[in-house]
């Protein structure tokens, strides 16, 4: 029986090979040296990274690429964070890139990620823990520099949005050495007056070094026990530090962040005109519900009528018939809409289909039970050739082999071990290497007799 084989298309290899990279690696870290960098005007970024012994393409997407602040070029040391895929056209390998930095702050990112996973692991990023937002606050809070423009970002978007709340600001350093300890001190301080019913902890953007402030072990443990809501807006959309994750909620920007704490003052006035027209709605429908009973009050008068009465029934019936009507059209209206999925349904499952992948089910239980059936085969004959070695070692014939003999009686049917076996002029059989000799006993020793001797 002939075995359907499973043949590649080049197409199909590298899809492949590409599905296997994409899954087997995670988003990763890659330091090397820019070589071959090329920037098309497609906008895309091609380049190299590589070290002493080996390199690997790289590309930056364009629109990937408006997001980096850094600009590569030929010899810089790099970091890339970047997956690793394959450009299926030319079966090659490549990283495409994320975002990149200078190599000298790798050491600043490996700190960041391991406390980033140690809190993760303690629990201060949890979902279920992040505190609400108040919808309407009547105080905002804000952490930052006086002097930062995120400061004045963050009051305009609030006198344009939210005149109506009050900002309370709490200034601390937002770079330096010296950062860490006044922002941790101008959050105790807003925790302790209990004036504000939202914080928000804010700066532009920055590199690594200059985000550093915002990745303090003890401001994270702060913002995670604070008994105030606490908005985290550091940098920019791209940027990422420990105190957005332990926040009870992170904006891309500044602005972002004064938005997500205030309402709309234009949704605000409709909201006022939809409250107040729901409140005279209510009322006119109370005064409708009054009118209503009255009326009602007014028909029983009539009811003893029996012209009344009689109209009462027939509009009753007239009623029933209309609700009679509109339920069988309802019911026909399910009846085609039952129809319709079960066509479709038909037409999912069409045999074409299935007997296509029964096909292919088939061809590989076949190839499967070749596979199956020749390993048994070779294990067989393996033990087959076991048991005819120790077949040989055990067989008398070895023996004759080695120059000794075999006794047996004239009919071959008993083997000779002692001399009481046998009896005078009786006939034995000795079998040799080669051939035979048919003797008759005329003489008998014991053992006693041959010891003696």
């Known amino acids: ?62 629109h990937k690429r408006h997001w980096l ?43 960041f990620e391991a406390l980033k996973q140690k809190l993760q692991a303690e629990g201060l990023f949890d979902q279920t823990k992040k505190k609400p937002l108040p919808e309407y606050p009547g105080r905002i809070g804000v952490i930052t520099s006086l002097s ?25 350093g937002v770079q330096g050495d010296q950062a860490p300890a006044e922002l941790r001190a101008a959050l105790t301080t807003a925790l302790q007056r209990a004036e504000v019913e939202v914080l928000i902890l804010t700066r532009g953007g920055g590199s690594l070094e200059d985000l550093a402030a915002f990745n303090d072990e003890a401001l994270a443990r702060l913002i995670a026990g604070a008994e105030i809501p606490v908005v985290s807006a550091v940098g920019h959309e791209i940027d990422f530090t420990i105190a957005d994750f332990v926040a009870d909620r992170r904006a891309p920007t500044p602005s972002a962040a004064a938005e997500l704490v205030s309402p709309e003052q234009k949704n605000l006035t ?56 509109q339920y069988w059209l309802w019911r026909m209206d399910k009846a085609r809409q039952r129809l319709h999925v079960a066509r479709q349904r038909l037409q999912a499952r069409r045999p ?48 004759l082999q080695r120059g000794y003999s075999i006794v047996q009686s004239a009919d071959q049917r008993r083997v000779v071990r002692s001399v009481d076996d046998v009896a005078m002029d009786e006939t034995l059989m000795i079998r040799l290497k080669q051939g035979q000799l048919d003797v008759k006993v005329v003489r008998k020793w014991g053992e006693s007799t041959l010891t003696g001797c």
């Open 352 to 399: 074409s289909e299935w007997i296509k992948q029964t096909r292919e089910l088939l061809s590989q239980l076949a190839q499967r039970l070749q596979t199956v059936m020749e390993n048994r085969l070779r294990a067989q004959q393996a033990q087959l050739q076991a048991n005819v070695g120790e077949l040989q070692a055990l067989s008398p014939l070895a023996t």
């Open 69 to 111: 602040r850094l600009t590569p070029r030929d010899g810089m040391q790099v970091l890339v964070r970047a997956r690793v895929a394959l450009y299926e056209p030319r079966g090659d390998c490549q990283l495409v890139v994320e975002h990149i930095e200078e190599a000298g702050t790798g050491q600043l990112q490996h700190a």
């Open 148 to 172: 930062a423009a995120a400061l004045r970002d963050v009051l305009q978007i609030l006198a344009r949005r939210y005149p109506l709340a009050q900002i309370v600001i709490y200034p601390g």
């Open 270 to 325: 409709q909201q006022f005109a939809r409250l107040s027209h729901k409140l005279s709605a209510s009322v006119q429908r109370r005064l409708k519900a009054r009118k209503q009973l009255l009326q009602q009050l007014n028909r029983r008068l009539e009811r003893a009528h029996p012209g009344i009465l009689f109209r009462q029934h027939q509009q009753r019936l007239e009623k029933q018939q209309h609700y009679l009507m």
């Open 1 to 62: 029986m002939q075995m359907t084989q499973d043949i590649y298309s080049v197409s199909r290899l590298n899809s492949e090979l590409h599905q296997v990279l994409k899954g087997s690696f995670p988003l990763l870290w890659v330091e090397g040296e820019i070589s071959n960098l090329s920037m098309p005007r497609s906008g895309h970024w091609y380049f190299s990274v590589k070290d002493a012994y080996a390199q690997m393409r790289c590309a930056v997407f364009r």
